[in-house]
C-alpha cells in the first residue's frame, strides 16, 4: 500500500466534569503528539447525540471540551480543534461509509450492546451507526494515527476494514486517478498505556469514570486544590506500606493506580517513583501526590475557568478550527465522490 503523510486524528465526545483520567489518558498525550505529528482534535458533538441528550447541555459540554483542549495546551494554531457537526463532510462521508460497511461487522460492536443495553430495540439507528461515523471522522482526513483508549480498539479495527474494503471495492477507480493501490490509510490505532489508565480513588479495579456515584472516585479538571487534596486523603488504599519494586505493586490495585498516577503527572516510571517513596507509609506518598496533582492542574483549572467565562473566544476556536479541517475535508471527500460515482 502507498505510503500516507502521517497524521494523527482524534474525537472527545463533548461531556460535563472532565477528569484526571481524561487528562492523563488523552489531553495529555494530544499535547504530545503535537510536537511531533500534524493534529486534528475534533469534539464529536454528532456522536454525543446518539444516545439521549439535552441541547443546552449539549452546547455547554462542547464548549467545556473544547475549553479543556485550550487549557491543557493543544495550539489551535498548530492544529485543527473544531466540532465535528460544523464540517458537514463528517456526515457526508458517513453515508458512503454506510454503503460499505456490512451490517455482519456492525453486528460484533460491543460498545452498542453495552450502551443498547437491554432493550436494543429502542436504541437510536444512530447508536448502531456510531461507530462507521467514526470511521468517516477518521478517514475524511486520511489520518494515519489514533490516539484512543483501549475500549475504541474494536472501533479502530472496524475503521481499518472499511478502509480496506472501500479501497478494494474501488480498486480500479483509485488506481485510475492517480492514488496508486489505496485511497484510504488503514488507521493505527495509539492505545493508551497501563501508566496513564486512570482507576477511580475508591475501587482500583474500575476506570475513572464521570458516571461514578460517588465524587470521591473521580479528581475533576475544575476542582479547586482544597478537594484535590482532599479527595487524594481519603483514596482507598492496603494496610500495608509501599513497595520499593513495581513488582510488588501487583495484585495491589488502588497503591497501583496511586503510584501510576504520580509517575504519569511527574512524567517518570513506576519504578522511579518507587525508588523515592518505597518502604514509606501511605499518608507522606498521599501527601505528596497531592502536591504534584495540585501544581499540574491548577494552571489548567485556572485557564478553564478562564475559557468556559469566555464562550465566544471558544466559539472563535471552533470556527477557525472547522475552517482548517475544511480545507482538508473537501477535497478528500470530492475524491470520495468521483470515485465512487457521484457527480459533482
Ligand atoms: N468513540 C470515541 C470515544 O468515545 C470518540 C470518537 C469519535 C473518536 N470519533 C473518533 C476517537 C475518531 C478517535 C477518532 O472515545
Known amino acids: 500500500m502507498a505510503k500516507f503523510p502521517e497524521l494523527v486524528f482524534s474525537g472527545v465526545q463533548p461531556t460535563g466534569n472532565l477528569h484526571l483520567g481524561n487528562y492523563l489518558g488523552a489531553l495529555k498525550r494530544f499535547v504530545e503528539m503535537q ?18 441528550h439535552d441541547p443546552a447541555t449539549l452546547r455547554r459540554t462542547t464548549r467545556e471540551v473544547t475549553a479543556a483542549f485550550l487549557a491543557c495546551g493543544i495550539d489551535p494554531k498548530k492544529n485543527a480543534v473544531f466540532n465535528q457537526s460544523r464540517v458537514a463532510e463528517h456526515a457526508e462521508l458517513a453515508w458512503v461509509l454506510d454503503c460499505v460497511a456490512r451490517l455482519g461487522w456492525l453486528n460484533r460492536m460491543t460498545q452498542f450492546k453495552e450502551k443498547a443495553g437491554k432493550d436494543r430495540e429502542n436504541a437510536s439507528v444512530g447508536l448502531y451507526n456510531y461507530p462507521v461515523l467514526m ?19 474494536q472501533h479502530l479495527e472496524l475503521a481499518r476494514d472499511i478502509a480496506q474494503k472501500f479501497n478494494n471495492d474501488f480498486a480500479a477507480g483509485i488506481a485510475e486517478r492517480g492514488y496508486g493501490d489505496g485511497f484510504f490509510p488503514l488507521p493505527e490505532p495509539l492505545i493508551q498505556g497501563p501508566a496513564t489508565r486512570v482507576m477511580s ?28 487534596a482532599n479527595k487524594i486523603r481519603k483514596a482507598k488504599t492496603d494496610p500495608g506500606a509501599l513497595p520499593s519494586e513495581v513488582e510488588g505493586l501487583a495484585g495491589r490495585p488502588e497503591a497501583d493506580n496511586l503510584v501510576g498516577i504520580y509517575a504519569a503527572l511527574a512524567d517518570e516510571s513506576r519504578t522511579e517513583v518507587l525508588a523515592r517513596f518505597g518502604g514509606g507509609q501511605f499518608s507522606a506518598f498521599k ?6 496533582t495540585v501544581a499540574r492542574l491548577a494552571p489548567i483549572r485556572a485557564e478553564m475557568l ?9 466559539d472563535s476556536v471552533l470556527a477557525e478550527g472547522a475552517r482548517k479541517a475544511r480545507e482538508i475535508a473537501q477535497p478528500n471527500m470530492d475524491a470520495v465522490k468521483d470515485i465512487v460515482g457521484l457527480i459533482r
Not at 35 to 52: F, N, R, W
Open 35 to 52: 510536537k511531533t505529528h500534524p493534529c486534528i482534535y475534533c469534539v464529536v458533538d454528532l456522536h454525543a447525540m446518539t444516545m439521549p
Open 135 to 153: 470511521a468517516a471522522d477518521i478517514l475524511l482526513y486520511r489520518a494515519t494515527h489514533v490516539p484512543v483508549g483501549e475500549d475504541q480498539k
Open 306 to 314: 478562564r475559557l468556559n467565562a469566555d464562550p465566544a473566544h471558544v
Open 201 to 228: 480513588l475508591r475501587d482500583g479495579s474500575k476506570k475513572m469514570s464521570k458516571s461514578d456515584p460517588s465524587e470521591y472516585s473521580l479528581i475533576a479538571l475544575t476542582d479547586d486544590p482544597d478537594a484535590i
Open 287 to 292: 501527601t505528596a501526590l497531592a502536591e504534584l
